[in-house]
Each structure stands twice: as structure tokens, then as C-alpha cells.
């Protein structure tokens, strides 16, 4: 694959815009809005408590990962030869790339608390159903490592899957976000403005630069050697 320089400079440019107005505050009020949205519907909805805390759950994320996982390996299957190992090669680096846009996450000179620390008054998950271990605020919620794992997840499908998957990636992906910001534990700019801009930067480099491809061979052709040093035992 040959450079891209249109599509590299435009997607850097996109993950810049959306820092940047985070940044200058333009996003504010729309924060606040889906914050107390939500919020209020802790107490005003019957059984929406209880959902939410238990989606908020953290051996839920490792549910969502290994169904990510399996969602790869099940094309894989259906992928010819050396393509079948490609495709594993770029789950690999998939989860490297989400390692990397994390500690640049924890990088970022940023500190911001979730918004159940900001407002006293807001409703938290886990003193309406104490009896579930979830998760309703952090102490630094910008960028959300949850957002940066589903956007990166969503990423690689748009380019490397077949186009009729993404009718079933997007709204999953979508879905699997939610009970975040549901339960106060992150802004909506924490995955809009924070995970988001990350995901961008990193497919302007991998897909619209022979980066990607690169990397992949080389995988590919480390599995194959090692394939052919230690033959399965049948």
C-alpha cells in the first residue's frame, strides 16, 4: 500500500478539531446535558439502577473482549490460507495499538474527575445497589480506556472487515459504551474528545501509510516459521 497523504492528514486533522473545542470548553454544555440525563433516571426509572450497575460491572469488560476476540477469529476461519494468519497477525496488533493509545491516554497533561466526583449531588450506582461491584467514577476519566478499546475495535472493522459486518459492529460497539457514561463514571467527550482522537491518529498511520501492511507481513511470517519449527502434534 502506497501513501495516502489525504486520508493520513484528514483523519489527524479530525482528531485535532475535536481536542481542541474539548479543550476551549465547547463542549460543556452538552456534557452536562447527557450527564444529568442520565443521572435522573437512576431514581425515576424503575430497574434502570440495577441495569446499569450491573453492566457496569468489571468482568463484564472482559466478557466484551473475549466476544471482540472471538468476532476476529471467527473471520479468521473464513479467510484462505496465509490470510487466515494476517487476520490473527492483526489482532495482535489491534491489542498493541490499544496498549500504546492508553499510556499516551495517561500521558496527556490532563487531570479530570468523573462527573459523579464533580457534582455532590448527583446519584451514584453504587450507593443505590451497593450490592454490585461497580464502577461510577474515576479520578481521571480523560481519555476513557474503555472508549479507546471499542473505538480501536471499531476502527479495524471499518478497515479491514467486510462492509456488511459493520451493520453489526457499529450498533454493538455503540451499545457496549454506553453503560459508562450511563452511570456517570465518564463525560461524553471522555470518548468523543479523548478516545476517539486517539483511534484517529493511529488509523491515519496504519491505514493510510504502508504501516499496517508492514507489520502484518512480519508477523505473518514470524507464525510461519515458528508454524513450521513446532508443527502442531496430530
Not at 28 to 43: K, P
Request: net charge positive.
Amino acid at each position: 500500500m502506497r501513501w495516502d497523504f489525504k486520508g493520513w492528514l484528514g483523519l489527524q486533522l479530525l482528531a485535532a478539531v475535536l481536542l481542541f473545542t474539548w479543550w476551549q470548553g465547547y463542549w460543556l454544555s452538552l456534557d452536562e446535558g447527557i450527564f444529568w440525563w442520565f443521572n435522573r433516571r437512576l431514581v425515576t426509572i424503575p430497574g434502570f439502577a440495577e441495569l446499569v450497575a450491573f453492566l457496569n460491572q468489571r468482568w463484564i469488560d472482559g466478557v466484551v473482549a473475549l466476544l471482540m476476540a472471538l468476532f476476529v477469529f471467527r473471520h479468521a476461519g473464513l479467510m484462505p490460507g496465509r490470510e487466515r494468519i494476517r487476520t490473527v497477525c492483526l489482532l495482535l496488533i489491534m491489542a498493541g495499538c490499544f496498549s500504546l493509545q492508553a499510556a499516551a491516554g495517561k500521558a496527556l497533561p490532563v487531570e479530570r474527575p468523573s462527573p459523579t466526583l464533580v457534582y455532590e449531588q448527583a446519584e451514584r450506582v453504587t450507593q443505590l445497589i451497593p450490592e454490585l461491584t461497580s464502577k461510577d467514577a474515576s479520578e481521571d476519566s480523560f481519555p476513557s480506556d474503555h472508549g479507546i478499546g471499542f473505538a480501536t475495535f471499531l476502527l479495524f472493522a471499518i478497515y479491514r472487515f467486510p462492509r456488511r459486518y459493520l451493520y453489526i459492529v457499529m450498533p454493538l460497539v455503540l451499545a457496549l459504551a454506553m453503560p459508562r457514561l450511563m452511570s456517570g463514571a465518564h463525560w461524553f467527550t471522555d470518548f468523543i474528545c479523548g478516545s476517539v482522537p486517539l483511534a484517529l491518529f493511529t488509523a491515519a498511520w496504519l491505514f493510510h501509510t504502508p504501516l499496517a501492511n508492514w507489520l502484518t507481513d512480519i508477523l505473518a511470517e514470524l507464525v510461519e516459521k515458528l508454524w513450521r519449527r513446532w508443527p502442531p502434534q496430530k
